[in-house]
Structures are given as structure tokens and as C-alpha cells.
């Protein structure tokens, strides 16, 4: 990207996050996970661009900018810590994010991860065998490509029981429901499962509180085979709702949630 191009890339960007600033006056009291804001990397032609607030906190300004260690895919949505900015984590994103009102609230469920990140995570993560197996074999996609057992028809069937039982408001039933899951599943496989229902369950969970309260249609996944790691997602938004609302405690203690879920 040449000088010229680069400059309205960088004004046009923070035109941007000033709107999201706006936004976030209206969501920011929703829950503890999306009361500040995080750093926002965009990338382009395979560079991060790299914006944070300023040292008052008042608005975002361009901090600097890296070469990618590999192919980003097009439209990303993520968050992870970066080594090239003190380790921070942020939302990583493309700027098709900032096309739509759904794109920024988008950004805040990455925010979300970033909170997780901040407040919990890397403790959690230091407990469970799945990660510490992976890490012994430099597999850090392992939340991605870990080979969860998807067609048991135990695992297939309940699940789908379990669809009604978290929309009937049965809390005995969805207990049971993963009670009979951590007897059936090994260790692994149980871990996984909890850790993405909490990870990606509780950001989808205040992501839809957002999409209320700005007017926008929930993200709801259907439940039905052929099931997929999306579905915990789900499963772990609205098992975070019923635990919340039997817990109200829980609302601001990850940590708790967390633990709460792993030992039903």
C-alpha cells in the first residue's frame, strides 16, 4: 500500500472507530465483558494495522503496523493476543466489518474474547489436559480441528433432547443432559465441549444481548445433524442463559461460570 492510499486508509479507519466509540455508549453497560474497549487490528494485504485508544482513553488512534506470519482469510473475525503489540490481546478484523451494524456488533463479541482473555482464560487453560496434550504436539489450532465425536448418536440424540429442555427452561433436565455427557464422553472430549460452550457460548450470549438492545435479529443456530463445534456455540449461549438466570451471581464472574459448568 503506497503512502497516499495508506493515509486514507488510516483516516477512513478511524472515522470508523469513532462510530464504534458511539456504539459502545449504548452496550457498554450490558455486561463487565463489553464495558471498555480493546485494541482493533485490521488487516490488509496481509498486514495487521494496529489501533488503540490514546493514553486519555478518548479515542483510537493508529499505533503501528506488521507484516502477517501467514495468509489471513478475507472478511476475518477473531481475537488473539499479539506478540507485536506488548502481547495485547484485540479484535483482529477486515474493514468489511465496518459495512454494516451487524459488523460492529461483530466486534464487540470479539471484545468479549479479548475480556476472556484478560480475566480468566490462561488460567483456565493451564487446568485442562486438551490443552496441555496439544501443546506437547505444537497443535495450536486444537479449538478448531480437535476431532470431537460429532455422529455419536448418543452425543446426537441427547443433544437434541437437550434443545428442548434449554428452551422449556428445564434446568433438571439440562443438568442431566451433562451429567450423562461427561460419563459418556472421555475426558478430552468433555473438556472440549465445555470449554467451547463457555468460550464461544458466553460471547454469543452478550453478543445477542447487543443484538436486543440495538433492534437486530438474535444469532441463533439450529440444533440438527450433522453437528459441528458451531453448535456448542449455541448450546453454550443458552446453557449460560439458564445458568445466569438460576445464578444471577454468575453474570459477572467468567471465572465461576466456568467452573459452574464443568462440575454439574
Same mark, same amino acid.
Given at each position: 500500500?503506497?503512502?497516499?492510499?495508506?493515509?486514507?486508509?488510516?483516516?477512513?479507519?478511524?472515522?470508523?472507530?469513532?462510530?464504534?466509540?458511539?456504539?459502545?455508549?449504548?452496550?457498554?453497560?450490558?455486561?463487565?465483558?463489553?464495558?471498555?474497549?480493546?485494541?482493533?487490528?485490521?488487516?490488509?494485504?496481509?498486514?495487521?494495522?494496529?489501533?488503540?485508544?490514546?493514553?486519555?482513553?478518548?479515542?483510537?488512534?493508529?499505533?503501528?503496523?506488521?507484516?502477517?506470519?501467514?495468509?489471513?482469510? #478475507?472478511?476475518?473475525?477473531?481475537?488473539?493476543?499479539?506478540?507485536?503489540?506488548?502481547? #495485547?490481546?484485540?479484535?483482529?478484523?477486515?474493514? =468489511?466489518?465496518?459495512?454494516?451494524?451487524?459488523?460492529?456488533?461483530?466486534?464487540?463479541?470479539?471484545?468479549?474474547?479479548?475480556?476472556?482473555? =484478560?480475566?480468566?482464560? &490462561?488460567?483456565?487453560?493451564?487446568?485442562? /489436559?486438551?490443552?496441555?496434550?496439544?501443546?506437547?504436539?505444537?497443535?495450536? $489450532?486444537?479449538?478448531?480441528?480437535?476431532?470431537?465425536?460429532?455422529? %455419536?448418536?448418543?452425543?446426537?440424540?441427547?443433544?437434541? /433432547?437437550?434443545?428442548?429442555?434449554? /428452551?422449556?427452561?428445564?434446568?433438571?433436565?439440562?443438568?442431566?443432559?451433562?451429567?450423562? $455427557?461427561?460419563?459418556?464422553?472421555?475426558?478430552?472430549?468433555?473438556?472440549?465441549?465445555?470449554?467451547? =460452550?463457555?468460550?464461544?457460548?458466553?460471547? &454469543?450470549?452478550? /453478543?445477542?444481548?447487543? &443484538?436486543?438492545?440495538?433492534?437486530?435479529?438474535?444469532?441463533?443456530?439450529?440444533?440438527?445433524?450433522?453437528?459441528?463445534?458451531?453448535?456448542?456455540?449455541?448450546?453454550?449461549?443458552?446453557?449460560?442463559?439458564?445458568?445466569? #438466570?438460576?445464578?444471577?451471581?454468575?453474570?459477572? %464472574?467468567?471465572?465461576?461460570?466456568?467452573?459452574?459448568?464443568?462440575?454439574?
Amino acid at each position: 500500500m503506497d503512502n497516499k492510499l495508506k493515509e486514507k486508509f488510516i483516516f477512513n479507519t478511524l472515522l470508523y472507530l469513532e462510530k464504534l466509540q458511539q456504539l459502545h455508549k449504548q452496550i457498554k453497560d450490558i455486561n463487565i465483558s463489553v464495558s471498555k474497549l480493546y485494541p482493533v487490528t485490521l488487516v490488509e494485504d496481509n498486514t495487521f494495522y494496529v489501533f488503540d485508544l490514546n493514553e486519555s482513553g478518548e479515542k483510537y488512534e493508529y499505533k503501528l503496523e506488521s507484516p502477517t506470519s501467514m495468509p489471513i482469510p #478475507k472478511g476475518v473475525l477473531a481475537a488473539f493476543p499479539l506478540d507485536l503489540y506488548y502481547g #495485547k490481546s484485540s479484535a483482529i478484523i477486515s474493514d =468489511e466489518a465496518f459495512n454494516s451494524l451487524e459488523g460492529y456488533i461483530f466486534i464487540f463479541h470479539e471484545f468479549v474474547h479479548c475480556f476472556q482473555w =484478560e480475566n480468566g482464560e &490462561r488460567d483456565i487453560r493451564t487446568t485442562l /489436559e486438551i490443552e496441555r496434550k496439544y501443546k506437547e504436539e505444537n497443535n495450536y $489450532m486444537w479449538e478448531i480441528n480437535h476431532p470431537f465425536p460429532y455422529e %455419536d448418536l448418543v452425543f446426537v440424540n441427547k443433544s437434541i /433432547e437437550l434443545e428442548d429442555y434449554l /428452551e422449556q427452561g428445564n434446568f433438571d433436565g439440562v443438568i442431566s443432559y451433562y451429567r450423562q $455427557m461427561r460419563d459418556r464422553l472421555n475426558k478430552l472430549d468433555y473438556e472440549y465441549m465445555i470449554w467451547q =460452550e463457555w468460550k464461544e457460548g458466553f460471547a &454469543r450470549y452478550i /453478543e445477542n444481548l447487543m &443484538r436486543n438492545r440495538v433492534g437486530l435479529k438474535p444469532n441463533i443456530t439450529k440444533l440438527q445433524p450433522k453437528f459441528n463445534r458451531i453448535g456448542f456455540y449455541e448450546i453454550g449461549s443458552k446453557y449460560i442463559d439458564l445458568l445466569i #438466570k438460576n445464578n444471577p451471581h454468575l453474570r459477572n %464472574d467468567i471465572r465461576g461460570l466456568y467452573c459452574k459448568m464443568l462440575n454439574v
